[in-house]
Nanobody, 123 residues
Framework: EAQLVESGGGSVQPGGSLRLSCEVS????????VGWFCQAPGEGRQGVAS????????TYSDAVRGRLTVSSNKAKHTVYLQMNSLKLEDTAVYFC????????????????WGKGTKVTVSS
C-alpha cells in the first residue's frame, strides 16, 4: 500500500524557515516524482514544487521559486521541502504526493497523497 507521511510543519514568523519532510513507502521510489502542494483555508490545492526521483529534475511555481527548495534522499525514501523567507501568504496545509509524470504541478496528475502538515506564518 502506497503511503506518504508529511512532517515538519509548525508556526514561524515572517522571514523564518521550516523544513518539511515526506516519507514514502509502498511503491518504487525511483519511478515516481514527488510534489508538494499547499491549500489555504477556502482555496484549492496548488502545486508548489516537485522533484523527479529518476533524474533529480525539479519544478517550482513562480510564487516560491528562489525561496523554497525541494530535494530527495533516495536512501531514506524521503523528499524534503526547505522553506526560507516565509511570508504570511505561505500559511497553508502542505501535502506531498506521488506521480508517474515528472515536472507537473497539477494535482490531477498525482496518484498518491499524504494527509498534510500545517504551516502557519504569523507575526
Amino acid at each position: 500500500e502506497a503511503q506518504l507521511v508529511e512532517s515538519g510543519g509548525g508556526s514561524v514568523q515572517p522571514g523564518g524557515s521550516l523544513r518539511l519532510s515526506c516519507e514514502v513507502s509502498g511503491f518504487d521510489f525511483g519511478d515516481f516524482a514527488v510534489g508538494w502542494f499547499c491549500q489555504a483555508p477556502g482555496e484549492g490545492r496548488q502545486g508548489v514544487a516537485s522533484v523527479s526521483n529518476g533524474d533529480g529534475s525539479t519544478t517550482y511555481s513562480d510564487a516560491v521559486r528562489g525561496r523554497l527548495t525541494v530535494s530527495s534522499n533516495k536512501a531514506k525514501h524521503t523528499v524534503y521541502l526547505q522553506m526560507n523567507s516565509l511570508k504570511l501568504e505561505d500559511t497553508a496545509v502542505y501535502f506531498c504526493a506521488a506521480s508517474r509524470w515528472t515536472g507537473s504541478l497539477t494535482p490531477l496528475m498525482y496518484d498518491y497523497w499524504g494527509k498534510g502538515t500545517k504551516v502557519t506564518v504569523s507575526s
